[in-house]
């Protein structure tokens, strides 16, 4: 069941003015990825260099790439043991194309 979020979407570089709070939609994790609802979330310098350019990405792109939260829902995988209500930490690099789905590798 698909899930409408708040995040920070950036349609271009710059400022602190092209962070935009934005309803985003998480749809249902796929085989091998997890739906985490964050309790926490890091912005840190690194995401001024990636808002501004210095660092720049595929556009558009949501801000920030560290949470904790609770795992919501879980993708079939014979090789995962995520269990729904687990908690979860989550670091990755580089800005995230799709907020709330983690896949191997990111977490």
């Given at each position: ?12 570089f710059g400022g602190p003015e092209v962070m935009k709070l934005v309803d985003v939609t998480v749809g249902d994790p796929g085989p091998g990825q ?74």
């Amino acid at each position: 069941m698909s899930q409408t979020v708040k995040a920070v979407k950036l349609s271009s570089f710059g400022g602190p003015e092209v962070m935009k709070l934005v309803d985003v939609t998480v749809g249902d994790p796929g085989p091998g990825q997890a739906r985490v609802r964050h309790h926490a979330i890091g912005l840190n310098f690194i995401d001024i260099y990636q808002r501004s350019g210095v660092y720049p990405n595929a556009l558009p792109a949501v801000l920030g790439m560290e949470g904790a939260g609770v795992v919501e829902a879980a993708g079939p995988s014979p090789t995962s043991s995520l269990v729904i209500g687990s908690l979860m930490r989550i670091i990755r690099w580089g800005l995230m194309r799709s907020p709330g789905l983690c896949r191997p590798g990111s977490w």
